[in-house]
T-cell receptor, first 116, second 116 residues
Framework: AQSVAQPEDQVKVAEGNPLTVKCTYS??????LFWYVQYPNRGLQFLLKYITGDNLVKGSYGFEAEFNKSQTSFHLKKPSALVSDSALYFC??????????????FGTGTRLLVSP | DGGITQSPKYLFRKEGQNVTLSCEQNLNHDAMYWYRQDPGQGLRLIYYSQIVNDFQKGDIAEGYSVSREKKESFPLTVTSAQKNPTAFYLC???????????????FGPGTRLTVT
């Protein structure tokens, strides 16, 4: 089964500093990887995805993610954090069942706190 | 959250009562999903549906039931058999469930269910 791990429950950064939210994956075959963000009492919003191609993927709100096959990682990054980036971030991997049906397997989430 | 609506946003029920959560999408997506979110546990898949009149159990289906009579609608019933129903419930959809699509899902705003 495919899985992702988010090793940090919480990440704290100061506004204006770069941020990194970590994700590692375990898959058979080529991974399809995703990042989502969740603000309090809201649904998840899609940020970006890696399917194939460039290892650096750019997404919404100035976020980007770096795919590293040798380290089986897909870390989310932003050069300069904003207080409004404070939220819960989820990494996910696509899993394809024997029927061909595909679903997402989510990590446990990382809470990002950006201080003024 | 655009394109997927969930109602109500907050729901309170007495223990022993069944309750139905609504999920509607106007994205013309084939696949729909229900997740449960608890603090520190990420998202867990309850049920999913690939097409109308078809649905499959996810990882934690016990105590829940669904129907998919229309493409746009995928209601979830939390029955009295669900031992810990208090949680945040998220509905999602995706363009097509089968391989060949990248698999990203789009989420509704969620329903917070409290059972006392």
């Amino acid at each position: 089964a495919q899985s992702v791990a988010q090793p940090e429950d919480q990440v704290k950064v100061a506004e204006g500093n770069p941020l990194t939210v970590k994700c590692t994956y375990s898959v058979s075959g080529n991974p399809y990887l995703f990042w989502y963000v969740q603000y309090p009492n809201r649904g998840l919003q899609f940020l970006l995805k890696y399917i194939t191609g460039d290892n650096l993927v750019k997404g919404s709100y100035g976020f980007e993610a770096e795919f590293n096959k040798s380290q089986t990682s897909f870390h989310l990054k932003k050069p300069s954090a904003l207080v409004s980036d404070s939220a819960l971030y989820f990494c996910a991997v696509r899993e394809v069942e024997n029927t061909g049906f595909q679903k997402l397997v989510f990590g446990t989430g990382t809470r990002l706190l950006v201080s003024p | 959250d655009g394109g997927i609506t969930q109602s109500p946003k907050y729901l309170f029920r007495k223990e022993g009562q069944n309750v139905t959560l609504s999920c509607e999408q106007n994205l013309n997506h084939d696949a729909m999903y229900w997740y449960r979110q608890d603090p520190g546990q990420g998202l867990r898949l309850i049920y999913y549906s690939q097409i109308v009149n078809d649905f499959q159990k996810g990882d934690i289906a016990e105590g829940y039931s669904v129907s998919r009579e229309k493409k746009e609608s995928f209601p979830l019933t939390v029955t009295s058999a669900q031992k810990n129903p208090t949680a945040f419930y998220l509905c999602a959809s995706s363009i097509g469930p089968y391989s060949g699509r990248s698999g990203e899902q789009y989420f509704g705003p969620g329903t917070r269910l409290t059972v006392t």
